[in-house]
């Protein structure tokens, strides 16, 4: 099993960057996808998921409303789009896989996303908001 996450770099605050995470040996539609961050010096935190269950998103609470997570059956793929990024949003983006249906808890439309939940991790990509 392999998840290869890409599409991390430069960008000034207020942008837009795009990440995608390739998922081999596995079939994403039996899955909970979601990603993941981890700033320098902080613990890693679930950004965005979408749930097996019901293919419901949730997000963090801080995230909301700019960022999106998706899928594309297809070619085996999910993304992150994320706009009007802050410099709060540096960091390591990972991508991750789990079999439970929600890898944390909701409370309504916010995610509280658990590192113990998940199954399988991307390799990263760095995602640094900064002008």
């Known amino acids: 099993v392999q998840l290869q996450a890409s599409g991390g770099g430069l960008v000034q605050p207020g942008g837009s960057l795009s990440l995608s995470c390739v998922a081999s040996?596995?079939?994403?539609?039996?899955?909970?996808i979601a990603w993941f961050r981890q700033a320098p010096g902080k613990e890693r935190e679930g950004v965005a998921i979408i749930s097996r269950m019901d293919r419901s998103t949730y997000y963090l609470e801080t995230v909301k409303g700019r960022f999106t997570i998706s899928r594309d059956s297809a070619k085996n793929t999910f993304y992150l789009r994320m706009h009007r990024l802050e410099p709060a949003d540096t960091a390591v983006y990972y991508c991750?896989?789990?079999?439970?249906?929600?890898?944390?808890?909701?409370?309504?439309?916010?995610?509280?996303?658990?590192?113990?939940?998940?199954?399988?991790w991307g390799q990263g990509t760095q995602v640094t908001v900064s002008s």
């Open positions: 991750a896989a789990g079999r439970g249906t929600m890898m944390g808890e909701s409370k309504g439309s916010t995610w509280y996303g658990r590192r113990d939940r998940v199954d399988y």
């Open positions: 040996g596995l079939t994403l539609d039996d899955y909970s």
